[in-house]
């Protein structure tokens, strides 16, 4: 039996016939804490921050949390884990699975560092779901799972950095330059699993017309594409029949995010990974 973790960020919360499990990231007030789990109420908590005048912060999964959805019955555990390059996330589960390890030497663990975050994360679970379906050994899984990320990208479009900049997370030259209305910041995560910046464009439209001239740009050709948004339906639409109208059988699917992804990217945010 094999188990798969991964942490909030991924915006999964449950997979149907898959033994799999969230450990979730923390958002913080001075006043109240969100446990990014099944029970978050992603829209209250967006309407309370946008509400709240204070700073805010966000916290990894601590290694309890890792160690508590590690499964002492299963054969191998996949620990699927957002980019070291912005959280502590990968190194809470590298000290996680030594603790867990010194009592359970039998189970084999895999700590993934994905240097991405959101729907690119999703896709490595997918994947890794596939590569099980076809009895990949756990030792080939290590190297498949990195070749595939070779072939995958995230691009973002956010009409604010706050969030970024407010906990230390890029440089205020970068945050500064964003911030005005209707001005959308549009990037990708960088080899270092930091955030890149592509360009800025005014309005709903450009960004659309230049997310859809990225994609192809990677070298998309139709195959997976998630998109996570912001509680932004319609742009999550629009761009899924742009992709389609030039790729009538791409594999796409687009899905609300939840609170890890929902406080960063806030509302109006979109975050695609796709492979290439
Ligand atoms: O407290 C923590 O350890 C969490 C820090 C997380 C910081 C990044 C969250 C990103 C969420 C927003 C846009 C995508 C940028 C990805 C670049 C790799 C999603």
Not at 175 to 189: D, E, F, M, Y
Not at 203 to 208: A, E, R, S, T
Request: glycine share 8%.
């Amino acid at each position: 039996m094999y188990k798969i973790v991964a942490d909030s960020s991924c915006d999964i919360m449950k997979i149907e016939n898959v033994c799999f499990e969230s450990v979730p990231l923390t958002i913080s007030t001075d006043e109240r804490d969100f446990s990014d789990d099944a029970n978050l109420d992603c829209h209250n908590m967006l309407d309370y921050l946008a509400n709240y005048n204070g700073r805010s912060y966000t916290a990894c999964p601590s290694c309890k949390h890792w160690i508590n959805a590690f499964d002492e019955n299963a054969d191998e555990i996949y620990v699927v884990s957002m980019t070291s390059g912005l959280s502590g996330t990968y190194n809470s589960a590298l000290t996680a699975t030594d603790i867990f390890q010194e009592s359970h030497p039998d189970v084999k663990i895999l700590c993934i560092d994905t240097l991405t975050t959101g729907p690119e994360m999703r896709l490595v679970i997918e994947k890794i779901i596939e590569l099980k379906e076809k009895g990949t050994k756990f030792e080939s899984m290590e190297f498949k799972i990195k070749e595939y990320l070779k072939h995958t990208c995230l691009l973002f479009s956010l009409s604010s950095l706050h969030n970024f900049v407010q906990n230390g997370r890029i440089s205020r030259v970068l945050g500064a330059s964003v911030g005005l209305l209707g001005i959308r910041i549009l990037g990708k995560a960088s080899p270092e699993g930091t955030l890149s910046p592509i360009a800025k464009c005014r309005g709903n439209k450009k960004m659309v017309t230049e997310m859809i001239a990225e994609i192809q740009k990677a070298g998309y050709q139709g195959g997976k594409l998630r998109l996570g948004h912001v509680e932004n339906e319609v742009i999550a639409e629009k761009i899924k029949n742009a992709v389609t109208a030039l790729f009538p059988h791409a594999d796409i699917a687009a899905y609300p995010t939840k609170g890890l992804c929902s406080y960063y990217a806030e509302r109006g945010g979109i975050l695609i990974g796709f492979e290439f």
